[in-house]
């Protein structure tokens, strides 16, 4: 299940079934799962533990040094669930500071040359298409589609069910089932489609159009204002909750 190129640190820690291809390079300090697959030339380093049938493809570069230019040493980390797929050329970096840790979650898709910088907080079943990249700090919650030449700034936050559009330059945070685009990219309408496939139910979406409504089209002074109207109007089912949770939450201010 190893091929006789593959260069392996004897420290590091391999699971059961593991199949690592030609030429790849896992470091001393890495530790994977059960039943993952290295294709071929794909590089595993830093202290990076990886969960259960994660599959690499060639010239994956995952757990590398932070290209921060503020590292100053210690021990950093890179941690990832489980059945993450990170096509050719993809880009994770581990944290900046001593202590910290970029986080990956499971069941996430990461396409061609996407990159994860330093300290990132990735959710699950999150799609990132080709050329997609977020700069360090950025949190994206579950079941996020980032489409192809996607750029997230720096401490952004994309929340649940959000599907941003290609070529999009991402400034202020992205609320949660909300649809984006542009450069900058502002929110356009709800994700219908993408909270339809989650199973949301139809008496939800409406609150969450309404809410939209609200928060973006109606000529309201403040988000404070806006907020507390969605909350005075609106049923309080979890999904509205959790939007103006969000929004409130918000330290770069919202992409409107």
């Given at each position: 299940m190893i091929h006789p190129t593959a260069i392996i640190h004897p420290n590091a820690r391999i699971g059961a079934n593991c199949q690592i291809g030609p030429y790849c390079v896992i470091g001393e300090n890495v530790a994977l799962g059960d039943d993952c697959q290295l294709h071929s030339h794909v590089v595993v380093d830093g202290h990076t533990t990886m969960g259960r049938g994660n599959e690499m493809f060639p010239f994956a570069a995952i757990g590398t040094k932070t290209q921060d230019l503020k590292y100053s040493g210690g021990l950093t980390r890179l941690q990832i669930g489980d059945h993450n797929v990170f096509r050719e050329g993809?880009?994770?970096h581990s944290a900046t500071n001593d202590g910290d840790s970029t986080v990956l979650g499971s069941h996430n898709l990461f396409l061609t040359h996407v990159h994860v910088a330093h300290d990132c907080k990735l959710g699950n079943h999150i799609i990132m298409s080709g050329f997609a990249g977020l700069a360090g700090h950025v949190v994206v919650e579950d079941n996020v589609v980032l489409a192809g030449y996607v750029?997230?700034?720096?401490?952004?936050?994309?929340?649940?069910?959000?599907?941003?559009?290609?070529?999009?330059?991402?400034?202020?945070?992205v609320p949660p089932y909300m649809l984006a685009d542009g450069q900058p990219a502002i929110v356009h309408t709800i994700n219908k489609v993408g909270i339809e496939r989650y199973g949301i139910s139809e008496e939800t979406q409406n609150a969450l159009k309404h809410a939209y409504k609200i928060l973006f089209r109606e000529a309201i002074p403040t988000m404070t204002a806006a907020l507390a109207k969605v909350e005075s109007e609106l049923p309080p089912f979890p999904e509205i909750?959790?939007?103006?949770?969000?929004?409130?939450?918000?330290?770069?201010?919202?992409?409107k």
């Amino acid at each position: 299940m190893i091929h006789p190129t593959a260069i392996i640190h004897p420290n590091a820690r391999i699971g059961a079934n593991c199949q690592i291809g030609p030429y790849c390079v896992i470091g001393e300090n890495v530790a994977l799962g059960d039943d993952c697959q290295l294709h071929s030339h794909v590089v595993v380093d830093g202290h990076t533990t990886m969960g259960r049938g994660n599959e690499m493809f060639p010239f994956a570069a995952i757990g590398t040094k932070t290209q921060d230019l503020k590292y100053s040493g210690g021990l950093t980390r890179l941690q990832i669930g489980d059945h993450n797929v990170f096509r050719e050329g993809v880009t994770v970096h581990s944290a900046t500071n001593d202590g910290d840790s970029t986080v990956l979650g499971s069941h996430n898709l990461f396409l061609t040359h996407v990159h994860v910088a330093h300290d990132c907080k990735l959710g699950n079943h999150i799609i990132m298409s080709g050329f997609a990249g977020l700069a360090g700090h950025v949190v994206v919650e579950d079941n996020v589609v980032l489409a192809g030449y996607v750029a997230v700034h720096q401490f952004c936050r994309i929340g649940k069910l959000v599907m941003v559009g290609g070529c999009s330059k991402i400034r202020q945070d992205v609320p949660p089932y909300m649809l984006a685009d542009g450069q900058p990219a502002i929110v356009h309408t709800i994700n219908k489609v993408g909270i339809e496939r989650y199973g949301i139910s139809e008496e939800t979406q409406n609150a969450l159009k309404h809410a939209y409504k609200i928060l973006f089209r109606e000529a309201i002074p403040t988000m404070t204002a806006a907020l507390a109207k969605v909350e005075s109007e609106l049923p309080p089912f979890p999904e509205i909750k959790h939007l103006v949770q969000f929004i409130r939450a918000s330290e770069r201010g919202i992409s409107k």
